[in-house]
């Protein structure tokens, strides 16, 4: 097995950005077995205090990556977003060894509507979701 230089953070979703999400899009039923948290791959770190540091560095990309999935206009988004309220609407959890299963070498995408609503489609039609 690989191990990729880099660790993560899982973003999961608490009940304020819940309801704000339903607000959004009420229509949209609640993802089947709640709403899943995101990955973020972060520097690789030392400890948890440098690793809560990297997240308060990086929360406003990941606190509008998360609302953009369920608005992407950021007009509906809440305002003021700094660090409490992103503490507020979701609880993280650090991972600091990431193993590599895959064979093909990590890529990046480029995250836009197309590849939103594809990531829609597939996580709706999962065998696991």
Not at 10 to 20: E, K, V
Not at 96 to 109: A, S, T, V
Request: one cysteine or more; aromatic letters at 14%; glycine letters at 6%.
């Amino acid at each position: 097995m690989k191990i990729v230089n880099r660790c993560a953070v899982t973003i999961a979703p608490r009940q304020p950005f819940i309801d704000w999400a339903q607000r959004q899009q009420p229509d949209q039923p609640l993802p089947p077995g709640g709403f899943e948290p995101g990955l973020y791959l972060l520097p690789a770190y030392d400890s948890r205090e440098e690793a809560i540091q990297l997240l308060a560095q990086d929360y406003e990309e990941i606190f509008c990556s998360e609302l953009e999935t369920w608005s992407t206009d950021p007009a509906n988004w809440p305002s003021p977003r700094n660090l409490a309220l992103f503490q507020e609407w979701f609880a993280f959890q650090f991972f600091d060894l990431i193993g590599d299963q895959g064979k093909e070498p990590l890529g990046h995408y480029e995250v836009d509507e197309s590849f939103l609503d594809d990531l829609r489609s597939a996580t709706e039609d999962s065998p696991l979701g």
